[in-house]
Protein backbone atom coordinates (compact mmCIF):
# COMPACT_ATOMS: atom_id res chain seq x y z
CA UNK A 1 0.00 0.00 0.00
CA UNK A 2 1.15 3.42 -1.07
CA UNK A 3 -0.16 6.84 0.33
CA UNK A 4 0.34 10.04 -2.16
CA UNK A 5 -0.46 13.15 -1.42
CA UNK A 6 0.66 16.70 -3.46
CA UNK A 7 1.04 19.76 -2.77
CA UNK A 8 2.59 23.03 -4.47
CA UNK A 9 -0.13 24.05 -6.27
CA UNK A 10 -1.64 27.49 -6.40
CA UNK A 11 -2.43 30.68 -8.72
CA UNK A 12 0.94 31.46 -10.86
CA UNK A 13 0.82 34.04 -13.42
CA UNK A 14 1.46 32.66 -17.20
CA UNK A 15 5.21 32.62 -18.16
CA UNK A 16 5.38 31.87 -14.30
CA UNK A 17 7.00 28.40 -12.37
CA UNK A 18 5.95 26.23 -9.62
CA UNK A 19 7.09 23.17 -7.98
CA UNK A 20 4.99 20.27 -7.52
CA UNK A 21 6.00 17.73 -4.94
CA UNK A 22 4.17 14.08 -3.93
CA UNK A 23 4.78 12.80 -1.05
CA UNK A 24 4.46 8.44 -0.70
CA UNK A 25 4.61 6.53 2.43
CA UNK A 26 6.06 3.43 3.06
CA UNK A 27 9.11 1.46 2.70
CA UNK A 28 8.48 0.50 -0.98
CA UNK A 29 8.70 3.72 -3.08
CA UNK A 30 11.74 3.07 -4.93
CA UNK A 31 9.56 -0.42 -6.54
CA UNK A 32 7.20 2.00 -8.27
CA UNK A 33 6.94 4.22 -11.19
CA UNK A 34 5.37 7.72 -11.13
CA UNK A 35 3.40 9.67 -12.94
CA UNK A 36 1.55 12.93 -13.04
CA UNK A 37 -1.53 13.32 -14.54
CA UNK A 38 -4.30 16.22 -14.66
CA UNK A 39 -7.38 16.95 -15.28
CA UNK A 40 -9.06 20.28 -16.16
CA UNK A 41 -12.99 21.37 -15.66
CA UNK A 42 -15.04 19.50 -18.07
CA UNK A 43 -12.07 17.38 -19.65
CA UNK A 44 -10.49 13.95 -19.21
CA UNK A 45 -7.71 13.21 -17.83
CA UNK A 46 -4.64 14.05 -19.47
CA UNK A 47 -0.54 12.54 -19.02
CA UNK A 48 1.33 14.91 -18.26
CA UNK A 49 4.63 12.85 -17.39
CA UNK A 50 6.18 9.94 -15.98
CA UNK A 51 9.61 8.67 -14.35
CA UNK A 52 10.80 4.60 -13.95
CA UNK A 53 11.93 2.91 -10.83
CA UNK A 54 15.43 4.39 -11.03
CA UNK A 55 14.60 7.70 -12.41
CA UNK A 56 16.49 7.00 -15.70
CA UNK A 57 13.79 6.67 -17.90
CA UNK A 58 11.00 9.75 -18.20
CA UNK A 59 8.56 10.78 -20.41
CA UNK A 60 6.55 13.57 -21.17
CA UNK A 61 3.03 14.98 -22.78
CA UNK A 62 3.18 16.68 -25.93
CA UNK A 63 1.65 19.91 -24.50
CA UNK A 64 4.45 19.54 -21.74
CA UNK A 65 7.37 18.70 -23.50
CA UNK A 66 10.16 21.46 -22.94
CA UNK A 67 8.43 22.95 -20.20
CA UNK A 68 8.03 20.24 -17.20
CA UNK A 69 10.47 18.23 -15.63
CA UNK A 70 9.65 15.21 -13.73
CA UNK A 71 12.38 13.90 -11.20
CA UNK A 72 12.39 11.45 -7.93
CA UNK A 73 14.08 11.80 -4.84
CA UNK A 74 13.77 8.22 -3.45
CA UNK A 75 15.65 9.59 0.17
CA UNK A 76 12.79 11.55 0.43
CA UNK A 77 9.92 9.15 -0.92
CA UNK A 78 8.97 12.17 -3.14
CA UNK A 79 8.40 12.96 -6.96
CA UNK A 80 8.22 16.21 -8.30
CA UNK A 81 7.23 18.03 -11.31
CA UNK A 82 8.72 21.36 -12.41
CA UNK A 83 6.61 23.34 -14.76
CA UNK A 84 7.80 26.69 -16.27
CA UNK A 85 6.76 28.72 -18.71
CA UNK A 86 3.41 28.20 -17.42
CA UNK A 87 0.35 28.84 -19.83
CA UNK A 88 -3.36 29.36 -19.07
CA UNK A 89 -4.32 26.09 -20.56
CA UNK A 90 -2.05 24.30 -17.73
CA UNK A 91 -4.64 25.11 -15.35
CA UNK A 92 -6.10 22.00 -14.03
CA UNK A 93 -5.83 19.89 -11.05
CA UNK A 94 -2.89 17.59 -11.16
CA UNK A 95 -2.44 14.28 -9.68
CA UNK A 96 0.55 11.98 -8.70
CA UNK A 97 0.93 8.14 -9.15
CA UNK A 98 1.99 5.19 -8.35
CA UNK A 99 2.36 2.44 -10.73
CA UNK A 100 3.91 -1.23 -9.11
CA UNK A 101 4.14 -3.10 -12.84
CA UNK A 102 3.94 -0.51 -14.96
CA UNK A 103 5.89 2.26 -16.65
CA UNK A 104 3.93 4.60 -19.27
CA UNK A 105 1.22 7.04 -19.78
CA UNK A 106 -1.83 4.55 -19.57
CA UNK A 107 -3.51 6.02 -15.87
CA UNK A 108 -5.65 2.73 -15.66
CA UNK A 109 -2.51 0.50 -15.31
CA UNK A 110 -1.45 3.33 -12.16
CA UNK A 111 -2.51 1.51 -8.57
CA UNK A 112 -2.24 4.25 -6.19
CA UNK A 113 -3.19 8.28 -6.64
CA UNK A 114 -3.15 10.97 -4.69
CA UNK A 115 -6.12 13.28 -4.09
CA UNK A 116 -4.67 16.27 -6.04
CA UNK A 117 -3.67 19.97 -5.77
CA UNK A 118 -4.91 22.77 -7.87
CA UNK A 119 -3.05 24.97 -10.24
CA UNK A 120 -3.91 28.11 -11.50
CA UNK A 121 -2.44 29.60 -14.62
CA UNK A 122 -3.93 33.55 -14.98
CA UNK A 123 -3.51 34.97 -18.40
Known amino acids: QVQLVESGGGLVQAGGSLRLSCAAS????????LGWFRQAPGKEREFVAA????????DYGDSVKGRFTISRDSAKNTVYLQMNSLKPEDTADYYC????????????????WGQGTQVTVSA
Open 97 to 112: AAASNFYGLQSRRYDY
Open 26 to 33: GRTFSTYA
Open 51 to 58: ISLGGVNT
